[in-house]
């Protein structure tokens, strides 16, 4: 992951005196507003672009959050710094070079995947940041951390309760084979997942019901390109060819409602019928 300098927390004990010593503290905080700031406008580039409605709203709700975030953090360096800047000048009315965000946030968006490598990337990181700031000696910064920790671990509760509806709903149907989370292990929920024989048909079918759907990946490995040097045969590796025929993603997402989960559900009841 490129990073700028290192992300560790500073020690500070309050807000005062603004002297050298509290100057660490304010570049951090910087750090981590601009990170959210800059890819919140990345992601603000796939409003009306993304490949089905759903990741568009998704995307933008995305870059919604680490938008409001970042405010929270402009704030207190704004009240920090002691300059009369707040979070507006602070956003706005720097140059470039001032900027302090994780260099991963600024990677052009590329295409959908890159997108979702990129967000993958700057989540993983940021979780581990925000759970290390609620030891952080400054109150205000561990409030803040805990205050989006709070949203993150929320969105993933909802998630599994959706993954949970979802396999009480479609549990036991024979033309449908839910894609299990290994034992032992617990997932955030990012998609849930289904194999289904017929799943090109099924999928143009939701599309008529306004549901949209996603397949992660139509190509399996050993038939792309890039491993073409290894020299193994197509047909090597018929478990991976037939889950790349077969999985299908189904909506989930933090704002997905319940009578939303069961129009996808009906919808592919009907499909069935």
Not at 49 to 66: C, F, M, Q, S
Not at 139 to 165: H, M, P, T
Not at 202 to 209: F, G, I, K, M, N
Not at 241 to 248: G, T
Request: proline share 4%.
């Amino acid at each position: 992951m490129v990073m700028t300098e290192s992300f560790a927390a500073p020690r500070a004990q309050s807000a005062t005196p603004r002297d050298a010593l509290q100057a660490p503290l304010f570049d951090y905080v910087l750090r981590l507003a601009d990170s959210g700031l800059i890819l919140a406008q990345r992601l603000g580039e796939w409003a009306g672009r993304a490949p089905i409605l759903e990741e568009d709203i998704a995307l933008t709700n995305v870059g919604l959050d680490l938008l409001g975030q970042a405010r929270l953090w402009l704030a207190y360096a704004g009240e920090f710094e002691g300059e009369g800047r707040d979070e507006d000048a602070l956003a706005f009315r720097r140059d470039a070079h001032e900027f302090r965000n994780a260099l991963l946030a600024e990677q052009p968006n590329g295409d959908y995947a890159e997108t979702t490598a990129r967000q993958f990337l700057f989540d993983h990181w940021h979780a581990l940041t925000l759970r290390a700031l609620e030891r952080s000696h400054d109150e205000r910064v561990a409030a803040i951390g805990l205050v989006q920790l709070k949203y993150l671990d929320n969105d993933n509760s909802y998630r599994r309760q959706l993954a949970n509806w979802y396999e009480e709903l479609l549990g036991g149907q024979d033309n449908i084979k839910l894609v299990k989370i290994t034992k032992g292990c617990e997932s955030s929920r990012h998609l849930f997942q289904i194999r289904v024989k017929n799943r090109d048909a099924l999928r143009a079918h939701l599309t008529s019901c306004d549901v949209g759907t996603e397949v992660y990946y139509p190509v399996p490995f050993h038939r792309q390109e890039c491993f073409a040097h290894l020299s193994q045969p197509l047909d090597a590796f018929p478990h991976a060819d037939a889950a790349a025929a077969e999985v299908l993603a189904l909506p989930i997402y933090p704002g997905l409602t319940r009578p939303q989960q069961e129009h996808v559900v009906s919808s592919i009841a009907g499909f069935f019928a």
